[in-house]
């Protein structure tokens, strides 16, 4: 459902700079290496949720080895089980029900809207978009009023967050305040302190101007065909319509993303984003109702 934007008043301009912490992406190899340990056969089919006790800490020590988070290794899982099945719906191949799915990727979907409200970030959704153009161009997810220039670090803000009193980012150290108030603006103050530079690489740091954002509720996977057909085959196609109307954007993937489709994606005008800043909590709760274990623990 479409929400309405937050009104700004008319004395505040649009922001036009954000933070915005990521991932490192996962090499084609680790997703080649895990793969053994995702599906034992071409036939499998089921959520992670309903496989027999072995099968998850095994998974879970193999994710650990390899460097890939549990969330990452099960929506590449995902997306493997269904070029196996190709042409089966979700339900079919027993990985939810479409309804359960579609409501996740909204769930997600907003959890961006609001991390760029809270930004100060101005944009027409696709709702938004429909209504003035009307039907035949290209409408993503977020489409900027004014370019926004995007500070990206590869990190886990859940990792980092696990340091008491400082984060140690780029070489700089954060005091606790910090970091309590890049969760609640948004990364309007982290932002503040990004280098004035527009192509600025710098330990690992990074700085684009976008102009439109599009969310995708799962993991890029770089061993995925990029057929034109599953949701990861149609991303060279979705990126390269977006830049030729709008030019650069990004891509917010909800579970981050592999090198080297990543590489892919930002050399055809778009970044490369995931979850890390969002604010989650209420996607985690719906796909609790179906898709979770007998603990609570998501293993869709």
Sequence with gaps: MHQPQRVRPATEPPAT????????????????????????SRAERGMMRVQPGPRLPKLRTACERLGITLEQALSLRRHHIGANHKGRSADLMQLGSPADVLASSTHFEEAVAEYLRAAGVVFLSEADQKAQKGTG??????????????????????????????RDTDGILYSEQIVNDFYRDGGRSWAAMAPPSASAHTRGSEINTVNWIEAKFFYAASSVAMDGKSAVGKLHAVVEKYVRQFGPGALVLA??????????????????????PLDLRALHAHMRTWCAGADGELLP
């Design 255 to 276: 579970y981050g993303s592999g090198a080297e489709i990543a590489a892919e994606l930002e050399a055809r005008g778009a970044i490369v984003l995931d979850a890390s």
């Design 17 to 40: 700079a954000c933070a915005w912490p990521r991932r490192p992406f996962v090499p084609l190899a680790v997703e080649r290496s895990l793969l053994p340990a995702l599906v034992c």
């Design 137 to 166: 161009l290209p409408t993503p997810d977020f489409l900027l009023r004014v370019p926004l220039t995007i500070r990206t670090t590869h990190h886990a803000l859940d990792e980092i967050s696990r340091v008491e009193c400082r």
